[in-house]
């Protein structure tokens, strides 16, 4: 059977083990901060999204544009 550790090898075990977990909390720390910034730009990108105008409609606004375009030329002016 083997004898324990002296008291100071454990005790120099365990801080490492604390020194690590710290770390490893401040790593989880930053991980919570860039989730938390990833759903700011997922929102502002959805928000920008619904703003914007469909493809078709952008279409019928140039045909329109350029149908008075042709009309006022037409005109004279």
Same mark, same amino acid.
């Given at each position: 059977?083997?004898?324990?550790?002296? *008291?100071? !090898? %454990?005790?120099?075990? +365990? #801080? #490492?083990?604390?020194?690590?977990?710290?770390?490893? !909390?401040?790593? /989880? !720390?930053? /991980?919570?901060?860039?989730?938390? #910034?990833?759903?700011? &730009?997922?929102?502002?990108?959805?928000?920008?999204?619904?703003?914007?105008?469909? &493809? =078709?409609?952008?279409?019928? +606004? =140039?045909? %329109? %544009? *350029?149908?008075? *375009?042709?009309?006022?030329?037409?005109?004279? &002016?």
């Amino acid at each position: 059977m083997t004898s324990p550790p002296p *008291a100071l !090898d %454990v005790y120099r075990e +365990i #801080q #490492q083990i604390r020194e690590a977990l710290i770390r490893v !909390d401040g790593k /989880l !720390d930053g /991980l919570s901060e860039h989730k938390t #910034q990833l759903a700011d &730009h997922e929102s502002r990108l959805r928000h920008l999204e619904e703003r914007r105008l469909p &493809h =078709s409609a952008l279409n019928i +606004i =140039s045909a %329109v %544009v *350029a149908a008075v *375009a042709l009309v006022w030329q037409a005109a004279g &002016h």
